[in-house]
């Protein structure tokens, strides 16, 4: 059995459905293993191109839909939006893509309407953490709550009328802090029916086709969302998302056994960004923040908000390495530094009296004034400069690449390597979006 997991090692955003697209041509399943619809992955290769002219923002679906070989699964981790994940199929009927691969879990939890409404209202408050409104939060508390509802239970119809009904008088009771009228639970069953008339022949139990796929030792794929740095234990917490990105957990939510991961791939961006609220020491502000932002086209696929920008955070990297065991490193969007004169690496953080760390601090000392978190951290980023270089865009193999170019991606895959003991190495880099612009190292 061939098991990988494609996890984001910064905060999100840093281009993995494009790093699954690659590997999925050769895989034969393809798990999303936690999250919801509250960030995308975006989409580039000839069958987007062809139909749409650019790309395709996937929010639920596994990134190797594309493949008609690939079985598609959307795992037990995951809280799913019905009406979300329908948007999202008739997206791809639309171009010719077929999602009669695509299988739910009858486990996942649903993110149910008063989800969606209870994380706008709270985000109205004081307590706003700037998450996407998506109700992934709420569906998430309620899951560990014992209240939510999963898939399966759409295909049970006296279990799905009893579990409703309770979840929806405690949803109703928080609506109603907020001066909400309640919703109607006549009006959210029939929903619940209608979702079932146009998903339930694809919510399955997932373990017996898992299990099949390991006994053919066939290659399996585990994509997660956002990225080590939003995470709910080892994130900054509590601008962190509701579930675990890391492949610590991308087995229980895939359904495997945790030794069967033999490869962590971690998608890297040249640069960093960051959606959202929350401390980032490397964000700039100036012309250099403004042309990655700029080029790089950052601008998140699910909100469209503008991405906050900054240089690479090698004290952020090596902290996610060591928590996730990294055996691989994938480079994405180094096109986007071309034409820069210098770039800079962040290789430590300089405190108010002077000392320097090289360890991630926690939320607290990261952003002690937490009423504005998104203030300048008391933290400097202490720096190494590089020389820029002209082109990458061209590149299709490492020999290809500028030679300041390469300096600058060895010395990532160093501060990738952490107490001897993790020691990923530079795999995959990519210098645009088409899938001809990746290569391996």
């Given amino acids: 059995m061939s098991v990988t997991a494609i996890v984001g090692a910064q905060w999100g955003d840093e281009g993995k459905g494009r790093i699954v697209d690659y590997l999925a041509q050769n895989s034969q399943v393809v798990i999303r293993f936690q999250g919801g619809d509250n960030a995308g992955h975006t989409i580039v290769n000839e069958q987007t191109q062809q139909a749409k002219g650019q790309k395709i923002a996937l929010h639920h679906i596994p990134s190797g839909i594309f493949n008609p070989e690939t079985k598609c699964i959307i795992g037990t981790g995951c809280v799913v939006n ?14 010719g893509i077929s999602t009669d691969n695509l ?26 953490l700037g998450t996407t409104k998506k109700g992934v939060g709420p569906a998430y508390a309620d899951k560990m709550a014992r209240r939510g509802l999963r898939l399966g239970d759409l295909k049970h119809d006296a279990w799905l009328k009893e579990r409703l009904e309770g979840a929806l008088g405690y949803a109703n009771r928080e609506l109603s802090f907020f001066g909400n009228e309640p919703l109607e639970l006549e009006t959210l069953y029939q929903q619940c029916v209608a979702w079932r008339e146009k998903l339930g022949g694809q919510i399955v139990d997932i373990l017996p086709l898992v299990q099949q796929a390991s006994e053919a030792e066939q290659a399996i794929l585990l994509e997660g969302q956002l990225g080590v740095m939003r995470d709910i234990d080892w994130g900054i917490y509590p601008y962190a998302t509701s579930s675990n990105p890391v492949p610590g957990y991308a087995a229980v939510g895939a359904g495997l056994p945790v030794t069967s991961i033999k490869q962590v791939v971690a998608v890297v961006k040249a640069y960093s960004t960051l959606v959202g609220s929350g401390p980032f020491v490397t964000e700039l502000t100036d012309e250099a923040g403004k042309h990655l932002r700029d080029v790089g086209h950052e601008f998140g696929a699910t909100t469209g908000r503008p991405r906050r920008c900054g240089w690479f955070d090698g004290v952020a990297l090596a902290y996610s390495s060591w928590l996730n065991g990294f055996t691989d490193l994938a480079v994405t969007k180094l096109d986007v530094l071309d034409g820069l004169t210098e770039i800079k690496l962040c290789t430590g953080y300089r405190l108010a009296d002077g000392t320097v760390i090289n360890q991630f601090p926690d939320m607290l000392d990261l952003a002690p004034d937490m009423t504005h978190p998104d203030k300048p951290s008391t933290l400097e980023g202490v720096y190494e400069t590089f020389p820029g270089w002209e082109d990458t865009k061209s590149a299709r193999s490492w020999d290809q690449l500028p030679a300041a170019a390469q300096n600058y991606l060895k010395r990532i895959e160093e501060l990738a390597q952490v107490a001897g003991v993790v020691k990923p190495r530079l795999t995959y880099i990519s210098v645009g979006p088409e899938r001809n612009q990746m290569f391996e190292v």
């Fill in 103 to 128: 299988w739910l879990s009858e486990r996942a939890q649903m993110i149910m309407p008063y989800h969606k409404l209870l994380d706008g209202l709270t985000e109205s408050t004081k307590q706003s």
């Fill in 82 to 95: 019905p009406d979300s994940l329908l948007e999202e199929m008739a997206t791809l009927h639309e171009i």
